[in-house]
DNA sequence: CTGCCTGCAAACTCTTTGCACGAAT
DNA sequence: ATTCGTGCAAAGAGTTTGCAGGCAG
């Protein structure tokens, strides 16, 4: 999907809840959307800033949950205090994320089985699984040989 | 392993890293072995309370991550803002969570699957796993056609 | 025009921390 | 006698919310 479909989809997504569509709104949506690695709410300020310097912070944690409804945005949750968000690109829906400790990496990872694992475990609960999430907490490597990698900052 | 068992692997790891044996921190160990249930670090402080009230809210915080890094306890972050936390009973070291979104209740399922592909997917991207977690979010079948569930509070 | 949306700042929740006193070794 | 542990209260981080004014529909 492209961003200009995507922009489409937001906008739609906005009028079909009686949402109204705002600068402020479609700022934030181009700021999110112009990142290809995950990003934080401030940090999606500091873009959003940069294109219609209105923004406010409340504004970005207003529209962060009709992004992640509309899935149009992934919330990420490592536990580590701030949540991650990432445009969601096609399809990959069913996604397990790499942590890189040393790295402050985040990586994706396609897990169809995921999908599979919830609804047998849930079933046999009297469940009906909503969502799930697989995330592996990981040392990286050549940051332990060498005390530095390519992917740190 | 028995609660007695336990408590002696506490006394014993305080001791071998130097830490001293205080009555808050055995109050708070005999709060937490008395539950059977996940539990809140407020709720804990209530339950060790009950056991000595010279117990405060900052050494229960300065004591869980002791029992939790001496594999005492289970730290469990389901992104609800608290962290919940639960005696390890047995070697169930590899188990993933059912959160049941009507009823408040965390599952504990065994997943032995997960540190295999915590290790597969790591090693694909030059990093060694420390740790994984996988967790289900589902409705209650129960609580939606009748309203109400054996399990809810 | 109506009422949702906004920015601002204060409030909130959970957790951490600085300090001076108290207790374990 | 040391030195670590403690309670208290304040600080901290990230997020949410009440309010008065502003803009979309």
Redesign the interface.
């Known amino acids: 999907m492209s961003i200009a479909a995507s922009r489409e989809k937001f906008r739609r997504f906005l009028s079909q809840k009686g949402l109204r569509v705002t600068n402020q709104r479609l700022a934030i949506f181009d700021a999110a959307f112009g990142r290809k690695e995950h990003f934080t709410a401030e940090q999606l300020l500091d873009y959003a800033r940069a294109i219609d310097d209105s923004v406010s912070r409340a504004t970005v944690y207003r529209t962060l949950p009709i992004m992640t409804e509309s899935a149009l945005l992934r919330e990420v949750?490592i536990?580590s205090g701030e949540k991650f968000y990432l445009p969601i690109a096609g399809n990959n829906t069913q996604v397990?994320q790499?942590v890189?400790?040393d790295c402050d990496k985040i990586?994706e990872?396609s897990a169809p089985f995921?999908e599979w694992?919830?609804s047998t475990?849930?079933s046999k609960?009297?469940?009906?699984?909503?969502?799930?999430?697989?995330?592996?907490?990981?040392?990286?490597?050549?940051y332990?040989r060498t005390g530095s990698c390519p992917r740190r900052g």
């Open positions: 949750d536990g397990a790499v890189c400790i990586f990872i995921m694992y919830g475990v849930s609960l009297g469940l009906t699984p909503v969502s799930q999430r697989l995330q592996v907490s990981a040392h990286c490597d050549e332990r």
